[in-house]
């Protein structure tokens, strides 16, 4: 069992940043990829970010690529979003995920076993 939290998330400005953090329970963490999705209020929750369990590789959702960095750090069990030059669009209930097999990255929602509670994003233009 992997218990996920998040932080960080709040309101911006457009243009501005904001980095989502968030940490697993567990002595396992690197066996995980973990993911960051997205939830906007009556749109389906998108994959924004993935990355594999010791970091090797990642995936950006094309609305994301060249804004948003993932990261993580397997000593602290946490996994981060850095969002950089955010807009209005990016308003949404941010959720890290952490899937088993964590040799390459997955972009499934369904491969996903793990859920933290959402955080919230928002931008104002």
């Known amino acids: 069992q992997v218990q996920l939290v998040e932080s960080g998330g709040g309101l911006v400005q457009a243009g501005g940043s904001l980095r989502l953090s968030c940490a697993a329970s567990g002595r396992t963490f690197s066996r995980y990829a973990m993911g960051w999705f997205r939830q906007a209020p009556g749109k389906e929750r998108d994959i924004v970010a993935a990355?594999?369990?010791?970091?090797?590789?990642?995936y950006y959702g094309d609305s994301v690529k060249g804004r948003f960095t993932i990261s993580r750090d397997n000593a602290k069990n946490t996994v981060y979003l850095q969002m950089d030059s955010l807009k209005p669009e990016d308003t949404a209930v941010y959720y890290c995920a952490a899937a088993q097999a964590g040799w390459s990255v997955r972009r499934d929602s369904t491969d996903y076993l793990y859920w933290g509670q959402g955080a919230q994003v928002t931008v104002s233009s």
């Open positions: 990355i594999s369990g010791y970091g090797g590789d990642t």
